[in-house]
């Protein structure tokens, strides 16, 4: 028992590490398996397309499905898989979409100007000025995080289309960048809450067959859309953050101040 705990140490590290600033997406091995073949993914933490393994486990999990034409599975994986997903894939052609939302997760900003560069990184202009204005500790501050990622995967051809899942923030594809008409131009619905996000900033990490990572900003417009131009043989990362207050801070000395909620949604592109 003391030898089975200790090996499981590092994955529950890792899961649990303050990484603010730090993608989690969802990376499957292949992105296109066969009709009755079988889809693989790991969940992923890191920069720039590139990151830790993390196992699966039921307590940091708040949600975890799959869904495919229309149909949806709750997924339980044993406590400390790796892969996250392994499951038989449809025996029909299907748009296969893998969610994921982690249990609330907390980091300590020791110095001031780190959240700065999050809050310029992620876009958000008023954060400092709403954070000075509320009287909060500017070192020392507490912020809550979720993670709320989206997979697309294509089993035989691939065809289907994704819709709202309810997760709390996600992307909706509006593309299917598997579909034989596909143009190239990747569109995208941001949602918080069920409700559009307009003018929200979406990130997007680009990987070339030869592992070069490049990184472009873009916005939705007023209906929360956005039409990205994507490329054949790549693999994408599309994210986006909510900074909100943190409703339940009683204590701005020990409470978390801040919540972010990261969607992210991983494709590629035949």
Do not use: C
């Amino acid at each position: 028992m003391f030898l089975s705990r200790l090996l499981l140490l590092p994955f529950l590290i890792a899961f649990a590490a303050p990484v603010a600033s730090h993608e989690f997406w969802i990376e499957p091995d292949q992105y296109q398996v066969p009709i009755g073949g079988t889809l693989q993914a790991d969940f992923k933490n890191g920069q720039n397309f590139r990151g830790t393994t993390l196992a699966f486990f039921d307590r940091r999990s708040e949600t975890y499905a799959l869904i495919t034409n229309g149909n949806r599975s709750e997924l339980m994986p044993r406590a400390g898989d790796r892969p996250a997903l392994r499951v038989p894939a449809p025996d029909r052609d299907a748009l296969a979409v893998v969610i994921h939302e982690t249990a609330p997760s907390t980091l300590t900003y020791k110095e001031w100007a780190k959240f700065l560069k999050f809050a310029a990184h992620k876009d958000f202009q008023t954060a400092a000025s709403d954070h000075s204005a509320a009287g909060w500790p500017m070192e020392g501050f507490k912020e809550r995080y979720t993670r709320h990622a989206k997979s697309l995967m294509a089993v035989g051809s691939g065809a289907g289309a994704d819709a709202s899942t309810g997760m709390q923030t996600e992307f909706v594809a509006l593309s299917n960048p598997y579909a034989a008409d596909f143009d190239g131009q990747m569109r995208v619905r941001v949602l918080y809450q069920g409700a559009v996000r307009p003018d929200a900033q979406v990130e997007v990490f680009d990987r070339a067959r030869a592992g070069d990572v490049t990184v472009t900003l873009h916005r939705t417009d007023a209906q929360g859309e956005v039409a990205i131009p994507v490329v054949s043989g790549h693999s994408y990362i599309f994210d986006a953050v909510v900074l909100r207050p943190a409703a339940d801070m009683a204590d701005p000395g020990k409470d978390p101040v801040w919540e972010t909620l990261w969607a992210a949604l991983t494709f590629a592109v035949p």
